[in-house]
């Protein structure tokens, strides 16, 4: 299962990004989607994740700016960023784990993106 990121982009302090995921591949099921980010210097950090039955969940650095949203029927999961900061300024990354099918089987994916870059001027 292969994940297509994009979005990112250079945006002033205060300012608003979408970012989008989408997912190619025999997929029978996405389970959760989420994003994370690492910003230069350090660790990947997850920063929203939304399950199956759109229960979401958000880092605390996140809450009330970021709202992670779903479209099963697309297989692509969506970052809406306002007020973002200069500390939000990261490679962004899309994860998706469900489960695929090969011939007459089915198998686990855990699939990560390419990366998306954001960048935030203050």
């Known amino acids: 299962v292969q994940l297509q990121a994009s979005g990112g982009g250079l945006v002033h302090s205060g300012g608003s990004l979408r970012l989008s995921c989408a997912a190619s591949?025999?997929?029978?099921?996405?389970?959760?989607m989420s994003w994370s980010r690492q910003a230069p210097g350090k660790q990947r950090e997850l920063v929203a994740v939304?399950?199956?039955?759109?229960?979401?969940n958000y880092a605390d650095s996140v809450k009330g700016r970021f709202t992670i949203s779903r479209d099963n029927a697309k297989s692509t999961v969506y970052l809406q960023m306002n007020d973002l900061e200069s500390e939000d300024t990261a490679v962004y990354y899309c994860?998706?784990?469900?489960?695929?099918?090969?011939?007459?089987?089915?198998?686990?994916?855990?699939?990560w993106g390419q990366g998306t870059q954001v960048t935030v001027s203050s």
């Open positions: 591949g025999s997929i029978t099921v996405i389970n959760d």
């Open positions: 939304i399950t199956n039955s759109k229960i979401t």
């Open positions: 994860n998706m784990k469900g489960v695929r099918r090969e011939r007459s089987s089915f198998f686990p994916f855990d699939s």
